[in-house]
């Protein structure tokens, strides 16, 4: 009689499991968006005139994009590719003039701001140079590699 009774409480005992009692799926959570920074100075381009750098972020995100610049030597940055637009887009860009305000001709940094409109990995290929017709071009370049997760 035991051997009944327990040979017939192991499958009420199991019942749960085998029906998946407990194992209800969990929410994914949201990602929690996150910023990756690129920050190069002038005179990190004057070392390397050509620079590639890699990024993550995710999905939602940003990246910044910090690059030493000069407007009144008559050079500025110009974004002239971005690779899988689908992936990033620029959101905004502005000019930090130089902090030690006392000194004439004295460079600052342009500011980008991209945000992420998906996940996959885009390029963002960025030049240093006058951009006026005749002007020198290329004087600096950078290739931002973003890998949004």
Aim: charged content about 15%.
């Amino acid at each position: 009689m035991k051997k009944l009774f327990i040979f017939g409480l192991v499958p009420i005992l199991l019942l749960p499991l085998l029906l998946g009692c407990g194992s209800e799926k969990e929410a994914s959570p949201t990602p929690t968006p996150s910023t990756g920074t690129v920050e190069i100075t002038l005179d990190e381009f004057a070392a390397q005139n050509d620079i590639l750098k890699y990024v993550e972020s995710t999905y939602p995100g940003t990246v910044t994009v910090r690059l030493g610049s000069n407007p009144s030597t008559g050079y500025s940055w110009i974004i002239t590719e971005i690779v899988h637009p689908e992936v990033i887009e620029e959101v905004s860009t502005d000019y930090e003039g130089p902090t030690a305000t006392n000194i004439v001709g004295a460079g600052g940094t342009d500011v980008w701001i991209f945000n992420t409109k998906d996940t996959g990995l885009a390029i963002v290929r960025m030049s240093y140079g006058q951009q006026w017709a005749g002007g020198e071009k290329d004087l600096y370049t950078i290739s931002v590699n973003v890998n949004v997760r």
